[in-house]
């Protein structure tokens, strides 16, 4: 079998990663795994996914526009490279992926990884009107799949399979972990609160600040790191400042590997309006890091509240600083605990080889004709 999966990018966002993690292990059905996308100026994951030794096509395009007249070129990749299955995911992608497959004869399955409603009107319109013109599609959470049943229906079956992350390759490093520290500057013993996120709205990093600010006044010697980039990052930096936390709130800016980040945190702080399930949730799990979240899209299917971090309602910087600072305020070993708790976890129900495993089972079904899944 081999199956296409296509992408708006290869940038370092979420959805871009699961694919690298797919490429790095062996495929339990032998299936080949080949790579498309359309910026080509965001290919940070373009070298790594060669180094595993997949195929990676650029149909380059700078608009939404210019990616729909890909779609030609798309299709004759499909059919000149042998192309049993397309996979698709986020919504410019799987409106071409879907256009083309139809017109090449190759059935498509569509990722969708956040909740329909959040999308802007006109790419849901154009998600919804190509709906019908693949076969499966997958939610990566509950409340996804229910976004998917408020707005499309059940033209298409849906299934929910659940982010993976490699978990044999998420081990806390202590040595890179003060490394982070010290290049921050953040002292061995002092708490540090993380979150690593593409800086746009939907994050709503002007409410983790504010959270930070709450969390310092309680605990002066708490530090802070967003690490990232994105649309708002110029407001991000006048906020942190205006807030009076320069030197508190570091910001190292976009990361090709977050794990020594991740490892030289206390917590991860997520303070998102809304969510698919976002890998660094599970990533910080499988790192042994507790997790304060808004309980917000398929986040609470991984965070259990008391167990493995603190959940709280969106919106709320004072929920968000008190879960924080309480979690702080408690002893090292009860942290550990939670940590430890937190990569079970994921051991348990949200690693590559489970998520791997349900989608080739998928593939499978689509092929076979076997009806819906």
Request: charged fraction near 25%.
């Given at each position: 079998?081999?199956?296409?999966?296509?992408?708006?990018?290869?940038?370092?966002?979420?959805?871009?990663?699961?694919?690298?993690?797919?490429?790095?292990?062996?495929?339990?059905?032998?299936?080949?795994?080949?790579?498309?996308?359309?910026?080509?100026?965001?290919?940070?994951?373009?070298?790594?996914?060669?180094?595993?030794?997949?195929?990676?096509?650029?149909?380059?395009?700078?608009?939404?526009?210019?990616?729909?007249?890909?779609?030609?070129?798309?299709?004759?990749?499909?059919?000149?490279?042998?192309?049993?299955?397309?996979?698709?995911?986020?919504?410019?992608?799987?409106?071409?992926?879907?256009?083309?497959?139809?017109?090449?004869?190759?059935?498509?399955?569509?990722?969708?990884?956040?909740?329909?409603?959040?999308?802007?009107?006109?790419?849901?319109?154009?998600n919804l009107w190509t709906w019908r013109l693949q076969r499966q599609?997958?939610?990566?959470?509950?409340?996804?799949?229910?976004?998917?049943?408020?707005?499309?229906?059940?033209?298409?079956?849906?299934?929910?399979?659940?982010?993976?992350?490699?978990?044999?390759?998420?081990?806390?490093?202590?040595?890179?972990?003060?490394?982070?520290?010290?290049?921050?500057?953040?002292?061995?013993?002092?708490?540090?609160?993380?979150?690593?996120?593409?800086?746009?709205?939907?994050?709503?990093?002007?409410?983790?600040?504010?959270?930070?600010?709450?969390?310092?006044?309680?605990?002066?010697?708490?530090?802070?790191?967003?690490?990232?980039?994105?649309?708002?990052?110029?407001?991000?930096?006048?906020?942190?400042?205006?807030?009076?936390?320069?030197?508190?709130?570091?910001?190292?800016?976009?990361?090709?590997?977050?794990?020594?980040?991740?490892?030289?945190?206390?917590?991860?702080?997520?303070?998102?309006?809304?969510?698919?399930?976002?890998?660094?949730?599970?990533?910080?799990?499988?790192?042994?890091?507790?997790?304060?979240?808004?309980?917000?899209?398929?986040?609470?299917?991984?965070?259990?509240?008391?167990?493995?971090?603190?959940?709280?309602?969106?919106?709320?910087?004072?929920?968000?600083?008190?879960?924080?600072?309480?979690?702080?305020?408690?002893?090292?070993?009860?942290?550990?605990?939670?940590?430890?708790?937190?990569?079970?976890?994921?051991?348990?129900?949200?690693?590559?080889?489970?998520?791997?495993?349900?989608?080739?089972?998928?593939?499978?079904?689509?092929?076979?004709?076997?009806?819906?899944?």
């Open positions: 079998m081999h199956v296409l999966h296509l992408i708006k990018s290869l940038g370092l966002g979420g959805a871009e990663n699961l694919l690298l993690s797919t490429a790095r292990r062996e495929s339990p059905r032998g299936v080949r795994y080949s790579f498309g996308y359309f910026l080509p100026w965001k290919d940070a994951l373009v070298g790594p996914l060669r180094e595993t030794g997949g195929e990676v096509t650029c149909f380059p395009a700078r608009s939404a526009a210019g990616i729909l007249a890909r779609v030609p070129r798309v299709a004759s990749h499909l059919r000149v490279g042998g192309v049993d299955l397309v996979h698709c995911h986020l919504p410019l992608a799987g409106v071409a992926g879907r256009l083309a497959g139809r017109w090449a004869g190759v059935p498509v399955v569509y990722t969708e990884h956040n909740v329909l409603e959040r999308y802007h009107p006109l790419t849901r319109r154009a599609v997958v939610a990566v959470s509950a409340e996804v799949a229910a976004s998917i049943a408020r707005r499309a229906g059940s033209r298409v079956p849906v299934r929910v399979v659940t982010n993976g992350v490699p978990v044999e390759r998420l081990r806390r490093d202590p040595d890179a972990a003060a490394e982070v520290r010290r290049r921050l500057g953040v002292a061995s013993e002092a708490p540090l609160v993380g979150q690593v996120a593409v800086f746009r709205a939907q994050k709503r990093l002007d409410l983790w600040i504010e959270a930070a600010r709450a969390i310092h006044e309680r605990l002066p010697e708490a530090r802070f790191a967003l690490i990232g980039d994105g649309p708002l990052a110029g407001e991000v930096r006048q906020r942190v400042a205006a807030a009076g936390l320069a030197g508190v709130v570091h910001l190292p800016g976009l990361q090709e590997d977050v794990r020594p980040h991740l490892s030289a945190l206390d917590v991860l702080m997520i303070s998102s309006d809304f969510e698919g399930l976002p890998l660094v949730v599970l990533e910080a799990m499988a790192l042994e890091v507790p997790v304060v979240s808004t309980a917000v899209g398929g986040i609470p299917e991984a965070v259990v509240d008391g167990e493995t971090g603190r959940l709280v309602p969106r919106g709320e910087a004072a929920a968000l600083a008190d879960a924080v600072v309480g979690l702080l305020a408690t002893s090292e070993e009860v942290r550990r605990r939670m940590g430890a708790a937190a990569r079970r976890r994921v051991e348990a129900s949200f690693g590559t080889a489970r998520m791997l495993d349900e989608l080739e089972d998928l593939y499978d079904r689509v092929l076979s004709g076997a009806g819906a899944v």
